[in-house]
């Protein structure tokens, strides 16, 4: 049961993805539902084994999560300061 409600809440994250790319911001909370429910499902996988290198797989996924989420949030203020809105169709990479 939890896992099918991980894999659900996973594929919501990806449809959410998909289809609510109107701004940056709402792709950036998307990615992070996304990278939770790979700590969650890695951290019970990994309380079903007792190996040590499995142990640290959640606090590795966390940490790659955290640094996703500092990155993306600059990068989104960054946008914010040179273009004056966080709209992803008025970025364009050919304006630099």
Request: proline share 3%; net charge positive; hydrophobic share 55%.
């Amino acid at each position: 049961m939890p896992l099918t409600l991980i894999f659900v809440s996973f594929f919501l994250a990806l449809m959410g993805l998909s289809l609510q790319r109107k701004h940056l911001l709402s792709i950036l909370l998307t990615l992070e539902s996304m990278a939770l429910t790979l700590y969650v499902s890695t951290a019970l996988w990994a309380l079903n084994n007792t190996s040590l290198p499995i142990l640290a797989m959640p606090m590795i996924i966390l940490t790659f999560s955290a640094c996703e989420a500092g990155v993306g949030l600059s990068l989104m203020i960054a946008t914010a300061r040179t273009h004056s809105t966080d709209q992803v169709k008025a970025l364009n990479l050919l304006k630099c």
